[in-house]
């Protein structure tokens, strides 16, 4: 381990007693408590510096960076406020607990971003115009430089705390306290070139560059912060853990169309696992709940678990399939399928019916194309067939 990760460890467990339990809400709470908490009082105290330090030397640069700073500071109130509202049981308006107040924080701080940058801006077109001298003295750049130190451990004490529980709160937290090393190194740099060249506008076309950057940073961070809102895609690695699980389960063949809902302080998971019919529909019943209960215990929340009967497979059966199974491999769009089955509409005719997947970039509007066209294939090709049933896998199941 790391002399700063064992550092960062040490200052942690002064403030979380249980500092492993990661999966439990209430420390994962604390962690964003304590992230939002120690950022407000050390970023309060290199404001009233840099705000004291650019009022004295009369620098638009270095007050754009205070009021850069203060931003952060708005950004960690809203953190602390939105851990506090997390922490708040479920209601009956508010059933499944208030976890995506987590998500809702990093939008906030990106408003408060493009708000500053806008602000800045203004003044820093004016100082760039119509210029004043800007009061310099040698210690004031080390001043500045030692604010940097400060904030890059601040950046580097919060990511670590947003890596332990794998927030996005606190990690685009921590994200803009690094940037403040960027901006405060362009401002030094600024003042250092305009007292020297005699140029006290460069103050102002340095603001320009700092305010520009704020808005930018507020576009990108509000533009991750809406995904989670809007319905973010679980990882591979997440979809991979829940096949693995299901198929653990005595009895469960497979699992597809795995649907995930992420609440913030919770999951709603819901899948179809394949189970052959053999076991009759009180024992399927029965399998599936076991494998509701062990995908609870590892991803919390509530999990549902659809049956899926696995017919057995007659040399008929086997026949038709492999049939399908040639003719789909003529469509470059089906990545794979699932569930397939015959059924007897009478003596003489069978139905078809199956769950394809589709790649992932093809368009929604293109799903039911793709369904008619593998119908008419299969008519053509497979003897017997009254009609087919084919069920395009949406693309928020997996």
């Known amino acids: 381990m790391k002399i700063s990760e064992q550092l960062n460890r040490r200052i942690s467990s002064w403030f979380i007693a249980d500092l492993d339990d990661i999966d439990n809400k209430q420390v994962r709470i604390q962690y964003g408590l304590i992230a939002g908490w120690i950022s407000i009082i050390a970023i309060l105290v290199l404001f ?24 952060h500071l708005a950004n960690s109130i ?81 990511g670590y ?26 401002v030094i740099g600024g003042l250092i070139a305009g007292h ?59 699992a597809h169309e795995i649907i995930v809902h992420d609440y913030g302080s919770m999951y709603t998971i819901s899948l179809h696992t394949e189970i052959p019919a053999k076991f009759g529909p009180p024992e399927m019943h029965e399998i599936a709940e076991r494998c509701e209960g062990k995908l609870r215990k590892i991803f919390g929340g509530e999990v549902i678990c659809h049956t899926d009967p696995l017919m057995e497979k007659t040399p008929e059966t086997q026949a038709v399939e ?36 589709v790649s992932e970039d093809l368009p929604e509007s293109e799903s ?9 294939r299969v008519n053509e090709e497979i003897s017997n067939v009254a009609y087919c049933v084919f069920y395009v896998t949406p693309k928020f199941a997996y």
Not at 103 to 128: D, K, R, T, W, Y
Request: aromatic letters at 8%; hydrophobic letters at 50%.
């Open 48 to 71: 009233c510096v840099k705000i004291i330090l650019g009022l004295m030397a009369g620098s638009i640069s270095v007050v754009a960076n205070a009021f850069h700073l203060l931003s």
């Open 78 to 158: 809203i953190l602390v406020v939105s851990f506090k509202v997390t922490a708040r049981p479920a209601t009956a308006k508010i059933p499944f607990g208030h976890g995506r107040m987590e998500h809702v924080a990093p939008l906030i701080m990106s408003i408060f971003l493009f708000v500053s940058g806008i602000q800045i801006g203004e003044n820093s077109v004016h100082q760039a115009l119509e210029p004043h001298e800007v009061y310099y003295w040698p210690v004031l750049p080390w001043i500045l430089l030692a604010t940097i130190l400060v904030k890059q451990w601040l950046a580097q004490f919060v």
């Open 161 to 186: 705390l947003g890596k332990r529980v794998d927030s996005h709160a606190i990690l685009t937290s921590a994200r803009h306290h690094k940037i403040e090393a960027g901006i405060s190194l362009t």
């Open 196 to 254: 020297y060249i005699h140029r006290p506008e460069v103050d102002g076309y340095i603001g320009i560059l700092v305010s520009a950057w704020l808005v930018y940073l507020g576009y990108t961070h509000g533009r991750e912060a809406l995904i989670p809102l809007l319905g973010q895609a679980p990882s591979k690695d997440m979809i991979r853990k829940i096949k693995e699980t299901a198929k653990s389960v005595e009895g469960v063949e497979d």
């Open 322 to 357: 492999a049939q399908f199974r040639e003719i789909i491999a003529d469509f470059l769009q089906i990545i794979d399928y699932h569930d397939f089955r015959l059924i007897a509409e009478s003596r003489k005719k069978i139905i078809i019916a199956a769950d394809i997947d």
């Open 368 to 376: 039911k194309q793709i369904s008619e066209a593998l119908e008419s």
